[in-house]
């Protein structure tokens, strides 16, 4: 019994790192973790090398049962199928398959559709390597009030905070955070202020009503959303939407500052040009948070300042911003020290040195293919895993249409290529979202 | 007297109310009894009026149907699209966020979604005047595959059977259950009960009140139906007014954008943040795009070369609510359609005569803007709240 | 190795009496009896009690446990129509970020209701175990530790476990408290439980208005929410989440 000891140092040690076992009761040594770094940071983690990759994949016309799938990777480094597709579940349909999350027992991966705003519940802890559909939430729109287009499932105690891209009255950008209990219930539904009801938040001019990722930090009881587009807009064919100016005034231009307790909005900051994946830094000190604008190519620093106050500052230009290079995903090292940035339209990985966050110099970049999206990274960072598909009509046509996971370690200078799936030849579709697995996270 | 009718109508609908069988479900509300004698007394400035054909006069019963069907996403093939989605109650009831709008998963629709306000007097529907009824055009929209894709008629009627919320409706409204006459006919007889007029401009023209207009609204009006020919097409009556001739023309817009997307290779603008617009390659743009696909207007229903890149004359009531104009939504603002017509149009083998340079000055152009500004009508925020008392129908299990 | 309470007592006591009440933060409804101060762990100030609206997330799940004394008893009937916080635990627990931690949290609160009575004749406390076969009755009256005089100012407190693990398994699955026992090389049972640390927040109406985890344990924000119940209660109902 070791309460005492515990109680005598008070508080000071529910001060957590997200280094530590959250799964594992065991008071053994801690073995080094190398779980990807952008999950929810309240979640079980994977100790040691990730086992398997689920690829939340977009069905193509053309290819295979042209259905959405959860596609699972064996990235064992020393299994005889390394680098292959060991399972494929399709759910029937296509329902822009985008992103997904693990449930905070990591029990369930949690999967959306852009489209119809289908949910499925998959299954992945009574088997790692063949993940099952569990459940299928299929009246989300009716449930959250009016809420279309799931797209962030990230982790909250017991529940699943999930970003909306749209609404069932006009589908145009107006959103909200919608709450789920980990069992499949819907709790609540918090609209994003908009200048005609800002919900007692600061930031009028700014506001938009606009979503698209959702982040929290606890430590400092705040959480952050930032802003895309409607379902108009994130549905269209990309080439008539970049030539319909009407289309390209309705892109977000905000990252709103959240009470997580209380979820009221507190701050709306204008961040122009389509802020998306928002990754908060890890260290004990660190109040800030990355987002990067797609249409305007910048990395914007989310930072409390010596006065306690929040701030959003564009810090730095993605590749040449005139050619529009569409910044997608990021992936925040576990230091703190480097950012992983993707862009869709020269199919480039970038490396950011962001050890100082107020400026963040680029330091490194590969082509991996003729488009790019999802980068995913363990949390050692000698692990990257690279996917292609943005959206299902947003993706590139003809040959430039590749569609893969590229695996690759990086030894701090250079990104070493490992294996390829290509989706199209196995006849899975267009490879969206990875998030990691393991057999250890279910086991001793 | 309206407001007499209406009330005597609320009468007679809540003393019914109470004895109303309780196996048989009503959604109908006091605005569906508004709904009706709006067809009873149309809006001043429409003809006295309404057309509506012999076998489906408008209910209370069907148009509170009607009006749920309209907003049931439903009934489109997976869930997404009603009506609603693409004539949106709040955008004039069409859709000023996209020049063209999108169907089934973001299918690209080629033609500008029109209004629905004031369609019951519309003689010929569609862009191309493919269908001459209510009743029967909204099986285009339900079945094209990038509108709302539904496989067959049946699937629709299935899923309403299905529905539990639909139980008993149809039968109250028709005697019969739903059937791909009555689903059309329930529809229909909503939409005709989108009207809207006693505009600024009616109270002066038709009514007589001097001041219901500024005196560049009435410079404008002669300009309108002077100097600007625009009667020609855009018919005016003595009593009334549609602004429309119910034919279709050629006025050289569909010609020019066509050949202009077959050969433009300049950068394309693209507004990357509010205020930044940056010129994109064209290149890059084609690479994320589907080939484009063309609009032939008119000949795609009636193969008649002379029909090539014909579209219809639409209504010009409400025109300042219904950005971005012309059959593509190619012109954004009123600004840019008065310059089209002042230039005569665009350059067409087909264009219409009647489409010549106007020569306008700008204070004519300022003018002929305050007209068409004066034709919105004085019930829009009462159509928006009718429209709005029926929820959205999404896939609830 | 047993614990008692007169023993935690003291510590927290000491480190009440050293804690100074932030000037110009006595506002009749402000919670009392707990360090308000932002902290390293948590580095806010928490939010008013009623400034803010606690969902519903869904029922409770009632089932059959077992008191200090054997007694066998409904979970409901212990929560006798209280507020209540529930916590899975089981004793044998090392992990510092694991039960010692919510329990710790929740002595916080049982030391804070002894400075307000609205949390003292309100708030229930429910430490139940999932390791019935090594925790029982009598290991939890152990861990408990011998009642004081002081504890009737208190917010009661109830450690509970269940006759068996088929008895158990209702409650973890209405709750969906995941619970696993670990097993070593061998196959042979450590003795250890890998589980997700939660939490529970349960209005009188046996609803369940909260969840806490690690990362979220902070005591004041679960006696803000229990205030805030409270002061829902005290308001109009009706309004819709």
Same mark, same amino acid.
């Given at each position: 019994?070791?309460?005492?000891?515990?109680?005598?140092?008070?508080?000071?040690?529910i001060?957590l790192?997200?280094?530590?076992?959250?799964?594992?009761?065991?008071?053994? @040594?801690?073995?080094?973790?190398a779980?990807?770094?952008?999950?929810?940071?309240?979640?079980?983690?994977?100790? !040691?090398?990730?086992?398997?990759?689920?690829?939340?994949?977009?069905? &193509?016309k053309?290819?295979?049962?042209?259905?959405d799938?959860l596609?699972?990777?064996?990235?064992? @480094?020393?299994s005889?199928?390394?680098?292959?597709?060991?399972?494929?579940?399709?759910?029937? !349909?296509?329902?822009?398959?985008?992103?997904?999350?693990?449930?905070?027992?990591?029990?369930?991966?949690?999967?959306?559709?852009?489209?119809d705003?289908?949910?499925?519940v998959?299954?992945?802890?009574?088997?790692?390597?063949?993940?099952?559909?569990?459940?299928?939430?299929?009246?989300?729109?009716?449930?959250? !009030?009016?809420?279309?287009?799931p797209?962030?499932?990230?982790?909250?105690p017991?529940?699943?905070?999930?970003?909306?891209?749209?609404?069932?009255?006009?589908?145009?950008g107006?959103?909200?955070?919608?709450?789920?209990?980990?069992?499949?219930?819907?709790?609540?539904?918090?609209?994003?202020?908009?200048?005609?009801? &800002?919900?007692?938040?600061?930031g009028?001019?700014a506001?938009?009503?606009?979503?698209?990722?959702?982040?929290?930090? @606890?430590?400092?009881?705040?959480?952050?959303?930032?802003s895309?587009t409607g379902?108009?807009?994130?549905?269209m064919?990309?080439?008539? &939407?970049?030539?319909?100016?009407?289309a390209m005034?309705?892109?977000?231009?905000?990252?709103?500052?959240?009470?997580?307790?209380?979820?009221?909005?507190?701050?709306?900051?204008?961040?122009?040009?389509?802020p998306?994946?928002?990754?908060?830094?890890?260290g004990?000190?660190?109040?800030?948070?990355?987002?990067?604008t797609?249409?305007?190519?910048?990395?914007?620093?989310?930072?409390?300042?010596?006065?306690?106050?929040?701030?959003?500052?564009?810090?730095?230009?993605?590749?040449? @911003?005139?050619?529009i290079p569409?910044?997608v995903?990021?992936?925040?090292?576990?230091?703190?020290?480097?950012?992983?940035?993707?862009?869709? &339209?020269d !199919?480039?990985?970038r490396?950011?040195?962001?050890?100082?966050?107020?400026?963040?110099?680029?330091?490194?970049?590969?082509?991996i293919?003729?488009?790019l999206?999802?980068?995913?990274?363990?949390?050692?960072?000698?692990?990257?895993?690279?996917?292609?598909?943005?959206?299902g009509?947003?993706?590139?046509?003809g040959?430039?249409?590749?569609?893969?996971?590229?695996?690759?370690?990086?030894?701090?200078?250079?990104l070493?290529?490992?294996?390829?799936?290509?989706?199209?030849?196995?006849?899975?579709?267009?490879a969206h979202?990875?998030?990691f697995?393991?057999?250890?996270?279910?086991?001793? | 007297?309206?407001?007499?009718r209406?009330? =005597?109508a609320?009468?007679?609908?809540?003393?019914?109310?109470g004895?109303?069988?309780?196996?048989?479900?009503?959604?109908?509300?006091?605005?569906?009894?508004?709904? =009706?004698?709006? #067809?009873?007394?149309?809006?001043f400035?429409?003809?006295?009026?309404?057309?509506?054909?012999?076998?489906?006069?408008?209910?209370?019963?069907? #148009?509170?149907?009607g009006?749920?069907?309209?907003?049931?996403?439903?009934?489109?093939?997976?869930?997404?699209?009603s009506?609603?989605?693409?004539?949106?109650?709040?955008?004039?009831?069409?859709q000023?966020?996209?020049?063209?709008?999108?169907?089934?998963?973001g299918?690209?629709?080629?033609?500008?979604?029109?209004?629905?306000?004031?369609?019951?007097?519309?003689?010929?529907l569609?862009?191309?005047a493919?269908d001459?009824?209510?009743?029967?055009?909204i099986?285009?929209?339900?079945?094209?595959?990038?509108e709302?894709?539904?496989?067959?008629?049946?699937?629709? =009627?299935?899923?309403?059977r299905?529905?539990?919320?639909?139980?008993?409706?149809?039968?109250?409204?028709?005697g019969?259950?739903?059937?791909?006459?009555? =689903?059309?006919q329930? #529809?229909?007889?909503?939409?005709?009960?989108?009207?809207?007029?006693?505009?600024p401009?009616?109270?002066?023209?038709?009514?007589?009140?001097?001041?219901?207009v500024?005196?560049?609204?009435?410079?404008g009006?002669?300009?309108?139906?002077?100097?600007?020919a625009?009667?020609?097409?855009?018919f005016?009556?003595?009593?009334?007014?549609?602004?429309?001739?119910?034919?279709v023309?050629?006025?050289?817009?569909?010609?020019?954008?066509?050949?202009?997307?077959?050969?433009?290779?300049?950068?394309?603008?693209?507004?990357?943040?509010?205020g930044?617009t940056?010129?994109?390659?064209?290149?890059a743009?084609?690479?994320?795009?589907?080939?484009?696909?063309?609009?032939?207007?008119?000949l795609?229903?009636?193969?008649?070369?002379?029909d090539?890149?014909?579209?219809?004359?639409?209504?010009?009531?409400?025109?300042?609510?219904?950005?971005?104009?012309?059959?593509?939504?190619?012109?954004?603002?009123?600004?840019a359609? #008065?310059?089209?017509?002042?230039?005569?149009?665009?350059?067409s083998?087909?264009?219409d005569?009647?489409?010549?340079p106007?020569?306008?000055?700008?204070?004519?152009?300022?003018?002929?803007?305050?007209?068409?500004?004066?034709?919105?009508?004085?019930?829009?925020?009462?159509?928006?709240?009718?429209?709005?008392?029926a929820?959205?129908?999404?896939?609830?299990? | 190795?047993?614990?008692?309470?007169p023993?935690?007592g003291?510590?927290?006591a000491l480190?009440?009496?050293?804690s100074?009440?932030?000037?110009?933060?006595?506002?009749?409804?402000a919670?009392?009896?707990?360090?308000?101060?932002?902290?390293?762990?948590?580095?806010?100030?928490?939010p008013?009690?009623?400034s803010?609206?606690?969902?519903?997330?869904?029922?409770?799940p009632?089932?059959?446990?077992?008191d200090?004394?054997?007694?066998?008893?409904?979970?409901?009937a212990?929560?006798?129509?209280?507020?209540?916080?529930v916590?899975?635990?089981?004793?044998r627990?090392?992990?510092?970020?694991?039960?010692?931690?919510?329990?710790?949290?929740?002595?916080?609160?049982?030391?804070?209701?002894?400075?307000?009575?609205?949390v003292?004749?309100?708030?229930?406390?429910?430490?139940l175990?999932?390791?019935?076969?090594?925790?029982?009755?009598?290991?939890?009256?152990?861990?408990?530790?011998?009642?004081?005089?002081?504890?009737?100012?208190?917010?009661?407190?109830?450690?509970?476990?269940t006759?068996?693990?088929?008895?158990?398994?209702?409650l973890l699955?209405?709750?969906?408290?995941?619970?696993?026992?670990?097993?070593?090389?061998?196959?042979?049972?450590?003795?250890?439980?890998?589980?997700?640390?939660?939490?529970?927040?349960?209005?009188?109406?046996?609803?369940?208005?909260?969840?806490?985890?690690?990362?979220?344990?902070?005591?004041?924000?679960?006696?803000?929410d229990?205030?805030?119940?409270?002061a829902e209660e005290?308001?109009?109902?009706?309004?819709?989440?």
């Amino acid at each position: 019994m070791q309460l005492s000891s515990v109680l005598k140092t008070g508080r000071g040690l529910i001060a957590l790192t997200a280094l530590g076992s959250l799964f594992l009761a065991a008071a053994a @040594p801690l073995p080094a973790v190398a779980d990807e770094t952008c999950q929810s940071p309240y979640m079980a983690k994977i100790t !040691g090398n990730e086992e398997y990759i689920y690829v939340w994949t977009l069905g &193509m016309k053309g290819v295979g049962d042209e259905s959405d799938k959860l596609v699972t990777l064996d990235v064992r @480094p020393d299994s005889a199928t390394y680098g292959q597709v060991i399972a494929s579940l399709s759910v029937g !349909g296509r329902h822009e398959a985008h992103h997904s999350g693990f449930t905070d027992d990591r029990r369930y991966l949690w999967a959306g559709g852009l489209d119809d705003s289908a949910i499925y519940v998959f299954d992945v802890h009574t088997d790692p390597a063949k993940p099952t559909l569990h459940k299928t939430i299929t009246n989300f729109v009716d449930a959250s !009030g009016g809420v279309v287009g799931p797209h962030t499932f990230y982790a909250l105690p017991g529940r699943m905070m999930i970003s909306g891209l749209s609404n069932d009255k006009d589908h145009g950008g107006k959103t909200a955070l919608v709450e789920y209990a980990n069992g499949g219930d819907h709790i609540s539904t918090h609209w994003l202020p908009d200048p005609g009801d &800002m919900r007692g938040a600061g930031g009028q001019q700014a506001a938009d009503g606009y979503n698209y990722d959702v982040r929290v930090l @606890p430590r400092k009881n705040v959480m952050l959303t930032s802003s895309f587009t409607g379902w108009s807009n994130y549905m269209m064919d990309f080439g008539k &939407m970049l030539q319909d100016a009407e289309a390209m005034k309705r892109f977000g231009k905000t990252v709103t500052l959240w009470d997580l307790h209380t979820r009221q909005p507190k701050q709306v900051f204008s961040v122009p040009g389509a802020p998306l994946e928002i990754r908060w830094a890890w260290g004990p000190n660190h109040n800030y948070a990355f987002t990067t604008t797609a249409l305007t190519s910048k990395i914007w620093l989310i930072h409390e300042d010596a006065q306690g106050q929040w701030q959003a500052k564009a810090v730095a230009d993605i590749g040449d @911003p005139s050619k529009i290079p569409l910044p997608v995903d990021i992936s925040i090292g576990s230091d703190d020290k480097t950012l992983w940035v993707d862009t869709f &339209m020269d !199919g480039t990985a970038r490396l950011f040195d962001i050890s100082d966050p107020h400026a963040p110099k680029q330091v490194y970049e590969k082509k991996i293919g003729a488009q790019l999206n999802m980068v995913s990274q363990s949390w050692d960072g000698k692990r990257v895993y690279f996917s292609t598909s943005l959206l299902g009509n947003w993706d590139k046509k003809g040959a430039d249409n590749e569609q893969f996971v590229k695996g690759y370690d990086w030894d701090g200078t250079e990104l070493k290529h490992r294996f390829t799936v290509d989706f199209i030849k196995e006849g899975l579709g267009r490879a969206h979202l990875m998030r990691f697995g393991s057999h250890s996270l279910y086991s001793s | 007297m309206p407001a007499l009718r209406l009330l =005597l109508a609320l009468l007679l609908w809540s003393g019914t109310a109470g004895a109303a069988d309780v196996a048989t479900p009503s959604i109908v509300t006091e605005w569906d009894h508004r709904a =009706l004698a709006r #067809i009873d007394q149309p809006p001043f400035g429409l003809p006295f009026v309404v057309p509506q054909p012999g076998d489906n006069p408008a209910t209370v019963e069907k #148009i509170a149907l009607g009006r749920k069907l309209f907003f049931d996403r439903r009934l489109s093939h997976n869930g997404t699209m009603s009506c609603a989605m693409c004539h949106v109650p709040e955008q004039g009831f069409t859709q000023h966020e996209l020049a063209t709008p999108v169907g089934v998963e973001g299918r690209t629709v080629r033609r500008n979604a029109p209004t629905v306000l004031n369609v019951a007097y519309q003689r010929v529907l569609f862009h191309d005047a493919r269908d001459d009824s209510l009743e029967t055009q909204i099986f285009g929209p339900l079945l094209a595959h990038a509108e709302m894709a539904n496989p067959s008629v049946g699937t629709v =009627l299935a899923t309403i059977r299905r529905a539990p919320d639909y139980a008993g409706l149809f039968e109250a409204a028709f005697g019969e259950p739903v059937n791909v006459r009555n =689903l059309g006919q329930a #529809i229909a007889a909503w939409e005709r009960t989108l009207l809207s007029a006693n505009a600024p401009f009616d109270r002066w023209r038709f009514g007589g009140e001097r001041d219901a207009v500024s005196a560049a609204v009435k410079r404008g009006f002669n300009v309108f139906r002077g100097k600007g020919a625009c009667t020609a097409c855009h018919f005016v009556g003595g009593d009334d007014a549609l602004f429309t001739d119910h034919e279709v023309h050629d006025t050289g817009i569909g010609f020019h954008n066509e050949r202009e997307r077959a050969r433009n290779r300049n950068p394309v603008p693209v507004e990357i943040a509010p205020g930044v617009t940056v010129p994109l390659d064209r290149a890059a743009v084609e690479a994320v795009g589907e080939a484009p696909q063309k609009d032939l207007g008119r000949l795609e229903v009636t193969d008649d070369p002379d029909d090539l890149y014909r579209f219809k004359t639409p209504g010009l009531r409400n025109v300042a609510l219904t950005a971005p104009y012309m059959h593509d939504g190619s012109l954004r603002t009123l600004e840019a359609v #008065i310059d089209f017509y002042d230039r005569g149009g665009f350059p067409s083998p087909n264009r219409d005569p009647v489409l010549q340079p106007l020569h306008l000055t700008d204070g004519e152009k300022a003018d002929l803007l305050a007209f068409l500004r004066s034709l919105t009508g004085d019930n829009i925020a009462d159509l928006i709240a009718d429209a709005r008392s029926a929820p959205v129908g999404n896939v609830t299990d | 190795m047993k614990t008692s309470f007169p023993t935690l007592g003291r510590a927290a006591a000491l480190a009440l009496l050293l804690s100074v009440p932030p000037p110009g933060a006595a506002a009749a409804d402000a919670p009392r009896g707990i360090d308000l101060e932002p902290s390293r762990a948590f580095d806010y100030r928490a939010p008013a009690p009623g400034s803010y609206r606690l969902p519903d997330i869904g029922p409770m799940p009632d089932g059959r446990v077992l008191d200090e004394s054997g007694a066998r008893r409904a979970l409901s009937a212990v929560v006798d129509g209280r507020i209540a916080l529930v916590s899975f635990i089981y004793t044998r627990c090392s992990d510092p970020n694991g039960c010692p931690l919510a329990t710790e949290v929740l002595y916080d609160l049982y030391f804070a209701s002894a400075e307000d009575r609205r949390v003292a004749d309100n708030l229930m406390l429910v430490s139940l175990s999932f390791d019935p076969r090594h925790d029982t009755p009598e290991v939890m009256a152990g861990f408990r530790g011998a009642p004081t005089a002081a504890d009737d100012r208190r917010s009661p407190w109830a450690f509970l476990t269940t006759e068996s693990e088929a008895a158990l398994a209702p409650l973890l699955d209405g709750f969906d408290q995941v619970v696993k026992r670990k097993r070593d090389a061998a196959g042979q049972d450590t003795g250890i439980y890998a589980h997700q640390l939660r939490v529970y927040l349960v209005d009188r109406q046996r609803r369940i208005r909260n969840i806490y985890g690690l990362g979220f344990l902070d005591p004041r924000l679960l006696l803000t929410d229990v205030l805030t119940l409270l002061a829902e209660e005290g308001a109009p109902r009706g309004q819709a989440e």
